[in-house]
C-alpha cells in the first residue's frame, strides 16, 4: 500500500520535475550563484589578498615593475617592523584614539539627549526633527569648508566670542596645535550627533509604553524609569549605534583633511591622514598596505566584539 | 479606607465625550467589574481610577481622600494590564522586588517580601526564570504579585484575559477569583466578556457609551434588567423583545403583538404600572426560560443550532424574531411551527419610548 503510493507520488512529481539527486542539485545551485560568487571575490577577496601580497614588497608604482611582479622587490616582514617603529605611525594612532574617545561619547550622550527630548510631543517638533537631522546629509568636504571658515582667526566664532567677552578676541584656532584638533572634533561632533540621535530615537520609541506605565504605577520616577526599563531595553541598540560611531570615527578623513590638512605640523594627522600623506606623497605603497591591513585587523577585532556584545543582549529580547 | 468613590466624573477627549458623568460607589473588599463593549467609557473610568488620566470634572475619592492631584504612583493602587505590561529584560524576582527597589527597602526586607509573595502565588520555584518565556498564566500571576507586593488596597484589571484562549480562560476565571479572596482588595475588573463578570464579580456595573446603564449583582443585572440595552447585552443570546401595545382582555391585561397576536396575561404585580405607561411596549422574556405549550405564541422555524448540551431554536424572523434556547433536542425542524410561552413570572416588560424597564409598583 505504502509502496503504491510512492510510487505514485514519485510519478506524480516526476512529471513536474526531473528528478534531482542531492549532489546535482548543490552543483545547480553553485552555478546559480557563481555571477555574485565571482563579484563577491572581486570586490572583497582579491583587493585584500593583492594587499597582503604588496605589503610584503618594497614596491611602488615608481619602480617601474607592474604590482604582479612586486615579488622582485620581496622584504619579507620588514614593512611590518618599521611599523612597530615608526612612531609618526603611532602618534596618528593615539590622535584617532583621542578624537574617538572624545568624540564618540560626546555623539552619544547629545544624541540620547535630543532622543529623550524628541521621544515626547512638543509644538515645532518636526520643524526641529528636520533642522536636527540637516548636519549628517551635508557632504563631509562642505562641512569641512564650513569649519574652515567658521574658526577663521577673523571668522563668525571669534566673533560671537568677542561679543560675549566684549573685548576682541583673535583666538588661531586652526594654526595652534592644540586647538585645532578641539575645532576639527567639534566639526564632527556637529555632523554626526543627528546620525546617534536618529539611531536611539528608533530604540527609545521601541520601548514598550505599558511598561513604562507599570513601572510608574510601581513608583519609580523618571529616572529610575530611564535606568531600569529604558537602558536595558536600548542596549542591542546602543550597541550597534555606538559600534557605527566608532569605526566611521576611526576612518575620520574628509572634514578634517579639509579643516586643517593634518596640521599644523602634525597636530591633525589621524591614522587617515597619515596613509592618505605616505600614499600621495612619499608614494611606498608596499608599506602603505602593510599600514592599511594592520588598522584592518584592529577595526576587525573591534566589530567581532561588538557583534558578540549584540548577539548576547539579543539573548534577552527587549 | 479602599473603598472607591465616583462622583460625578465626566472624561471628555477633544469633541469625543468618553464618559458622560458616572456616580458609582464600589464598598471596601468588593470585586466590582465594569462591562460593556468597547468604546463605553469603562477603560477610561479605570484610567482615572489609577490617575493615567485626569478627569474633565467629578471626583474621585478613596475612601475619604480626594485623588484629585494625586499622581499615579502615588495613589496605593495596583493595575494588571491587559498584557500584563511584564519588564521582560528581568527575571520574575527582578519583576516581583520591582516596586520595593524604586522606593529603596532594605535588602533583606525586598527579599522577605519577595519571598512571601512568590510562596503565596506558587511562583517560588520560578523566581530567577527570565519573564520573556513564561507561560501566560503565570504571567498573570507575576503581574499580580508585582502589584500585591506594594499590598495596595485597591486593584485594578483592565481585560487581563482577553489574550487568553478560551479553554484556559476558564481556569485563569478561578484562579483569579481565588487570589482575589487571598488578597481581600478592593477590585475593580474591566471586561467586554459577560462570562467574566457574571463569574467572578460581586456586583456588575453595565456601561454603555459613556453611560452607566445599571449597577447590581450579576443575578440581579440578568433577571431584572433595567433597560433595553442590559437586556440584550446580558445573556448569550439576549433577552427577547417584541414590540406591542398593552390591551385589556377577558383574563387580564396583556400585550397586543400584532401578527404575533396577544401574549398570555401579565403577572397581577406588573400589570397596573404597565396599564399606566401609553404607547408601545416591548415585551420580553429570556431565551432559556420559553417553554414548548399549549397555548402562546405560534411562530414558525427558522433556524435550529445544536450545541451540544443546549439546542438553540430561532423562531420568526425580523423584528418578530424570538430565540429559545432548550436543555434537550427538542426535534424541532425549519419550516415547522412551534408554539412557545414564557412563564408569566419571567416577563420583563419595557417602554419603547424611553427604553426603560417597567417595575412592579
Redesign the interface.
Known amino acids: 500500500m505504502s509502496a503504491v503510493t510512492a510510487t505514485i507520488l514519485e510519478n506524480e512529481m516526476g512529471a513536474r520535475t526531473k528528478p534531482a539527486t542531492p549532489d546535482e542539485g548543490s552543483r545547480l545551485g553553485f552555478r546559480l550563484t557563481l555571477p555574485a560568487q565571482i563579484l563577491v571575490l572581486f570586490i572583497s577577496a582579491f583587493p585584500l589578498l593583492m594587499q597582503l601580497y604588496i605589503s610584503v614588497t618594497d614596491w611602488s608604482p615608481l619602480s617601474g615593475a607592474g604590482w604582479w611582479n612586486a615579488w622582485e622587490m620581496w622584504n619579507s616582514f620588514a614593512n611590518y617592523t618599521d611599523l612597530a617603529a615608526d612612531t609618526r605611525f603611532w602618534s596618528a594612532l593615539q590622535r584617532t584614539a583621542i578624537v574617538m574617545l572624545v568624540c564618540v561619547p560626546a555623539e552619544f550622550l547629545l544624541g540620547l539627549a535630543l532622543a529623550t527630548l524628541f521621544a515626547d510631543e512638543f509644538p515645532g517638533k518636526r520643524i526641529f526633527y528636520s533642522i536636527l537631522l540637516m548636519p549628517m546629509m551635508v557632504v563631509p568636504a562642505v562641512a569641512g569648508y564650513m569649519f574652515f571658515m567658521l574658526f577663521q582667526s577673523g571668522g563668525p566664532v571669534n566673533d560671537i566670542l568677542s561679543r560675549i567677552v566684549g573685548t576682541p578676541v583673535t583666538i588661531a584656532w586652526l594654526s595652534d596645535p592644540n586647538l585645532a584638533l578641539i575645532a576639527v572634533m567639534i566639526a564632527d561632533i556637529w555632523q554626526w550627533t543627528p546620525l546617534m540621535f536618529l539611531i536611539l530615537l528608533a530604540g527609545l520609541v521601541g520601548v514598550p509604553e505599558d511598561q513604562m506605565k507599570a513601572a510608574t504605577l510601581l513608583g519609580a520616577n523618571a529616572w529610575q524609569r530611564f535606568t531600569t526599563i529604558v537602558l536595558p531595553k536600548m542596549k542591542t541598540i546602543i550597541i550597534i549605534a555606538l559600534a557605527i560611531r566608532v569605526i566611521e570615527n576611526f576612518k575620520i578623513f574628509d572634514t578634517l583633511y579639509i579643516m586643517t590638512g593634518g596640521g599644523p605640523g602634525v597636530a591633525t594627522e589621524t591614522i587617515s591622514v597619515y596613509i592618505y600623506k605616505v600614499t600621495t606623497q612619499d608614494l611606498i605603497w608596499g608599506y602603505v598596505a602593510a599600514i592599511a591591513l594592520a588598522i584592518l585587523i584592529v577595526l576587525s577585532i573591534v566589530a567581532v566584539y561588538a557583534m558578540k556584545r549584540m548577539a548576547k543582549a539579543r539573548e534577552v529580547p527587549a | 479606607m479602599s473603598a472607591i468613590h465616583l462622583q460625578n466624573l465626566v472624561k471628555e477627549f477633544g469633541d469625543f465625550t468618553a464618559l458622560k458623568t458616572m456616580d458609582l460607589d464600589i464598598a471596601d473588599g468588593e470585586f466590582m467589574a465594569l462591562l460593556g463593549p468597547s468604546g463605553c467609557g469603562k477603560s477610561t473610568t479605570m484610567n482615572m481610577i489609577?490617575g493615567?488620566e485626569e478627569p474633565t470634572s467629578g471626583k474621585i475619592l478613596f475612601g475619604e481622600r480626594d485623588m484629585a492631584g494625586v499622581p499615579?504612583?502615588?495613589r496605593g493602587?495596583?493595575?494588571v494590564?491587559?498584557?500584563y505590561?511584564?519588564?521582560?529584560?528581568?527575571t520574575v524576582r527582578q519583576n516581583l522586588a520591582?516596586?520595593p527597589r524604586?522606593?529603596g527597602a532594605a535588602r533583606a526586607e525586598i527579599d522577605r517580601r519577595v519571598g512571601a509573595i512568590a510562596e503565596m502565588l506558587q511562583l517560588a520555584p520560578l523566581l530567577d526564570r527570565?519573564s520573556?518565556r513564561l507561560s501566560v498564566n503565570i504571567l498573570q500571576r507575576v503581574a499580580i504579585g508585582?502589584?500585591a507586593i506594594?499590598e495596595p488596597a485597591i486593584f485594578l484589571l483592565d481585560e487581563p484575559l482577553s489574550n487568553v484562549d478560551a479553554a484556559f480562560r476558564a481556569v485563569m476565571r478561578t484562579e483569579l477569583k481565588q487570589l482575589q479572596r487571598q488578597f481581600r482588595q478592593t477590585m475593580v475588573y474591566v471586561t467586554h466578556d459577560q462570562l467574566e463578570a457574571m463569574t467572578m464579580a460581586d456586583r456588575i456595573a453595565v456601561m454603555d457609551h459613556g453611560v452607566l446603564q445599571q449597577v447590581g449583582t450579576p443575578l440581579e443585572v440578568y433577571n431584572n434588567p433595567a433597560n433595553v440595552f442590559v437586556a440584550r447585552f446580558i445573556g448569550a443570546p439576549g433577552m427577547n423583545l417584541l414590540k406591542g401595545r398593552p390591551a385589556e382582555s377577558d383574563r387580564g391585561l396583556v400585550i397586543d403583538l400584532g401578527p404575533l397576536g396577544v401574549t398570555p396575561p401579565l403577572p397581577d404585580e406588573i400589570a397596573p404600572p404597565v396599564r399606566a405607561t401609553r404607547g408601545e411596549v416591548l415585551y420580553g422574556f429570556r431565551p432559556e426560560q420559553v417553554a414548548l405549550a399549549e397555548r402562546g405564541l405560534s411562530m414558525p422555524v427558522s433556524f435550529v443550532e445544536r450545541i451540544g448540551a443546549r439546542t438553540i431554536v430561532h423562531l420568526g424572523e425580523g423584528e418578530n424574531a424570538v430565540r429559545a434556547v432548550f436543555e434537550n433536542d427538542v426535534g424541532l425542524s425549519i419550516g415547522q411551527t412551534a408554539v412557545v410561552a414564557p412563564p408569566a413570572s419571567s416577563v420583563r416588560v419595557f417602554d419603547a419610548a424611553t427604553g426603560l424597564a417597567v417595575k412592579a409598583g
Open positions: 489609577a493615567m499615579m504612583g502615588r493602587v495596583g493595575f494590564f491587559q498584557n505590561a511584564i519588564f521582560t529584560h528581568m520591582y516596586g524604586m522606593r527570565k520573556d508585582r502589584s506594594m
